[in-house]
């Protein structure tokens, strides 16, 4: 499929025409070109119409979508209808009691995956030339990531930069995806695992690795290994463990861990924060793996150890940003600002809890 792109201002409106040409290639549309013309306001480059077709097509429903980009319903549908009105496309066909994307539609998503990547990478070079940054900026992160990491970077941005809004929203990493998708945030931080859904060839992300973090073990004060620094899997094998259920991230890097060194572990209880888990410790109910980069938070009778051995464990952490605008001025420093945070933290958090 070729794409090519065109522009033109509108008289002294501030309205610019982007003509976007689309080799479309199904054998339906018989390989005919066709000019789709969407009228920008301002000052967007990309007609939000656009985003919220596509924030659609990963939704599925208008109500998601609604709720995704913090449109209402009603405002979601007008907008998708006059997309279809202004392209002279069937975009949308009734499913049920709710709409699907028609051929065309996805067609059209699809191919929109290079235009979207294109201006993000014009931004960014636009940005960097100028020495300019946006005036909003939004990130995303899993629970850990959000209170060790972006909190941190927000408060220096706003430091730094104070005309700059700085947003962070806690999410799940599926989440953070859609968000990117939906232009609500502009940088996410997850764990690598927790992506699997969406490659690294995926055409709508990079992705950028931040650190390896590493899981401790945390076990009861009165525990017999608690005056060492170290301790290995299979000295703890016997153990009651605390993990999270079946499915999870942390489950399936608690069970790669055993797996590795050829033992099954004995799971005592189930926990999903940290902070739970730490609790569950703490109460001399059993003991567990914490992140480096999660803090005990000065929990009474919980001891971290380094895990030693054949295996040991780690989570990655990535940041993910929309495909083509990682060379954003703003983006970059960020990326500079979380990594040096994220080993500061891992080279002082034994010192802390120990």
């Excluded at 924030?55 to 599925?60: L, Q, Y």
């Excluded at 050829?262 to 001399?284: L, S």
């Excluded at 030693?308 to 970059?332: F, H, M, Y």
Aim: hydrophobic share 45%; glycine share 8%; aromatic share 4%.
């Amino acid at each position: 499929m070729g794409v090519a792109l065109a522009m033109r201002a509108r008289g002294a409106t501030g309205m610019v025409e982007v003509v976007v040409l689309m080799r479309l290639g199904s054998q339906q549309l018989q390989q005919k070109r066709k000019i789709l013309r969407i009228t920008l306001h301002n000052g967007c480059m990309i007609d939000p119409r656009l985003i919220t077709l596509r924030v659609f097509a990963r939704c599925g429903t208008v109500g998601a979508t609604a709720e995704l980009t913090g449109y209402s319903p009603s405002a979601v549908s007008a907008q998708l209808r006059e997309l279809q009105r202004v392209l002279g496309m069937q975009l949308l066909t009734k499913d049920g009691r709710g709409v699907r994307l028609t051929a065309t539609g996805r067609f059209l998503v699809e191919g929109s995956d290079t235009l979207i990547a294109e201006w993000e990478s014009l931004r960014a070079a636009a940005m960097e030339a100028g020495d300019q940054v946006q005036s909003r900026f939004g990130l995303g992160g899993f629970s850990t990531a959000a209170a060790q990491l972006l909190a941190p970077l927000a408060a220096t941005l706003r430091s730094t930069r104070p005309l700059l809004e700085v947003q962070v929203l806690e999410a799940d990493p599926a989440r953070c995806f859609d968000l990117l998708v939906a232009e609500r945030i502009d940088l996410a931080v997850i764990v690598a695992m927790q992506s699997d859904t969406y490659g690294e060839d995926d055409p709508r992300f990079e992705q950028r690795v931040l650190l390896d973090d590493p899981l401790d073990v945390i076990i009861p004060a009165d525990h017999p290994l608690a005056s060492r620094e170290t301790a290995t899997l299979e000295e703890l094998a016997s153990e009651p463990w605390i993990t999270e259920s079946a499915g999870s991230t942390y489950h399936s890097l608690f069970t790669a861990a055993f797996t590795a060194v050829g033992v099954t572990p004995r799971i005592a209880h189930e926990a999903v924060e940290w902070e739970t888990h730490i609790a569950f410790v703490g109460a001399g109910l059993g003991v567990g793996l914490l992140p480096r980069l999660a803090p005990l938070h000065g929990a009474d009778n919980v001891v971290r150890l380094r895990i030693t051995g054949k295996t040991k464990p780690t989570r990655r952490i990535i940041a993910a940003v929309r495909r083509g605008s990682i060379a954003s001025p703003l983006i970059q420093e960020s990326l500079g600002i979380l990594q040096v945070n994220a080993n500061r933290i891992l080279t002082s958090r034994l010192d802390e809890d120990l």
